[in-house]
């Protein structure tokens, strides 16, 4: 069965978290963590993957936090994915035609798939 690990279902509560914000205001992991209950340890590593995928940027300092990058209408769900989990191949054994047909079916639905329409 196809399943999304939690760390991908949380980089996306992140991320919409993150979306919702005021433009150009930054997010403290802090108050996501509070208002999500989510871990902040675990928020601090999947922001790390968020950021250095390029999806999110850090701010220092005492008002610090993050933003959004890219613009949500710009990052798939396949983005995400391979930010948190790798390489986005969704059925294993590639090497049957069936299997490579539908992988690559599946990857472009998750391609075409924005945040902004989760």
Do not use: W
């Given at each position: ?105 599946i990857v472009k639905?998750?391609d075409q798939t ?5």
């Amino acid at each position: 069965m196809f399943s999304i690990r939690r760390e991908t279902n949380y980089a996306i509560t992140l991320l919409k978290a993150l979306d919702k914000s005021k433009a150009g205001m930054v997010l403290s992991l802090n108050e996501v963590s509070k208002n999500t209950k989510i871990s902040f340890l675990f928020l601090q590593k999947i922001a790390r993957k968020l950021r250095l995928s390029g999806l999110i940027e850090a701010h220092q300092g005492v008002e610090g936090g993050y933003r959004l990058k890219v613009d949500s209408k710009k990052i798939s769900l396949k983005k995400i994915i391979e930010a948190t989990e790798g390489k986005c191949c969704v059925l294993p054994g590639e090497n049957e035609k069936k299997l490579i047909k539908i992988n690559k079916k599946i990857v472009k639905i998750l391609d075409q798939t924005k945040l902004s329409q989760i």
